[in-house]
């Protein structure tokens, strides 16, 4: 049984950084991706950037591009997300997602991922 738990939302001030980590056990399947999705008060989640089991070239949605890093540790089973430069609209709870179907352009859309953590809130203020 696939399980993804989020670890390291917290309270951070404008233009702060954070790094947030999914810990995942449980995958078989070869050809997969990892996502970090997000829920915007009022808003309907989003993916915000994505890795392929496969192949390093990463996606990142246009809002967060240059100010997020995601990347894997495979020893460590677990897929981070380096957040810099946070703006308030960034405040949102962060989701670790995986989907079954591998690497395609579904991977911006919600409803591909199979597999879900519990998520973490992170909000960032003044």
């Known amino acids: 049984q696939v399980q993804l738990v989020e670890s390291g939302g917290d309270l951070v001030q404008p233009g702060g950084s954070l790094r947030l980590a999914c810990a995942i056990s449980?995958?078989?399947?070869?050809?997969?991706?990892i996502g970090w999705l997000r829920q915007i008060p009022g808003k309907e989640r989003e993916g915000v950037s994505v890795?392929?089991?496969?192949?390093?070239?990463?996606y990142y949605a246009d809002s967060v591009k240059v100010r997020f890093t995601i990347f894997r540790d495979k020893a460590k089973n677990t897929v981070s997300l380096e957040m810099s430069h946070l703006k308030p609209e960034d405040t949102a709870v962060y989701y670790c997602a995986v989907t079954s179907r591998g690497w395609g352009p579904w991977i911006q859309t919600v409803h591909a991922y199979d597999y879900w953590g519990q998520g973490t809130q992170v909000t960032v203020s003044s």
């Open positions: 449980g995958i078989t399947m070869d050809d997969y991706a």
């Open positions: 890795i392929s089991s496969r192949h390093g070239s990463p």
